[in-house]
């Protein structure tokens, strides 16, 4: 089965849902993945920011970094949320 | 993420100018100590910085590395100045007061250096993350 001038994300979904019982598969591995490393570093961050207002911290800018990268890594989440979702959108809307 | 790892490198940076920092504060408060533990006067003390060395990632055949670190604190080993101080009671006997070897104005052109890199390197970290938001903003 070709799927042609969808969209990377969007033919591989495809792919992936022809190949499992329930095309819901596929989406949750990509979600899971981007929603657990953004926990880590939400919980790594969360720790950093303990420890300064507690006063056990030696640098300034160390949660402030660790804060950055968590909020790097959940705007990626979102993005891939997003675009998942799309995909998944965009397949459902298909006049069988 | 390979892409967090520069924000890695820049904040090394950011705690190693620190330490300098910490360093250079500790020499200008004790520029006129005569006594410590040791008996001695005040002996300057240098940061020694080392690039610090990342066991994955090659590119082009070459480790990226991981940044900076403070390896070591040495202490100048150039002689002290006499003052000449007979009613100091740490004078020696010709009377002579052995000073520490800090020289404040060098002392805060290196704090100046110091402070300087920090903002550096906080202005790449602002880069990176900017680099790393646009590219985030890619299809949206």
């Known amino acids: 089965m070709q799927v042609n001038g969808i969209g990377g994300v969007a033919s591989q979904a495809a792919v992936k849902g022809t190949?499992?019982?329930s095309g819901q598969s596929g989406f949750a591995d990509i979600l899971s993945e981007a929603i657990g490393s953004a926990k880590e570093a939400e919980k790594s961050a969360g720790?950093?920011?303990?420890?300064l207002l507690t006063g056990e911290v030696d640098d300034l800018h160390t949660p402030l970094v660790e804060a950055q990268k968590a909020e790097l890594i959940l705007s990626l989440a979102v993005q891939v949320r997003n675009k998942v979702i799309e995909a998944y959108n965009d397949i459902m809307r298909m006049q069988v | 993420m390979a892409f967090l790892k520069s924000l890695d490198i820049s904040a090394?940076?950011?705690?190693?100018?620190?330490?300098?920092?910490?360093?250079?504060?500790?020499?200008i408060a004790n520029a006129t100590t005569t006594r410590t533990a040791g008996g001695e006067p005040y002996r300057r003390r240098i940061a020694v910085m080392s690039e610090r060395p990342s066991a994955f990632e090659t590119v082009f055949g070459k480790a990226l590395g991981g940044g900076v670190k403070v390896s070591g604190i040495v202490e100048d080993a150039s002689d002290f100045e006499y003052k000449y101080d007979p009613g100091h009671p740490d004078a020696n006997e010709q009377g002579y007061v052995a000073m520490p070897n800090?020289?404040?104005?060098?002392e805060i052109i290196d704090m100046m250096s110091a402070s300087r890199s920090f903002e550096a390197n906080v202005t790449v970290l602002n880069a990176t993350k900017g680099m790393a938001m646009k590219a985030l903003e890619i299809g949206r």
């Open chain 1, 47 to 51: 720790e950093q920011n303990a420890a």
């Open chain 2, 102 to 106: 800090v020289d404040e104005v060098e």
């Open chain 2, 12 to 27: 090394s940076a950011l705690t190693a100018q620190r330490m300098r920092m910490d360093i250079i504060s500790q020499n």
């Open chain 1, 19 to 21: 190949e499992q019982s």
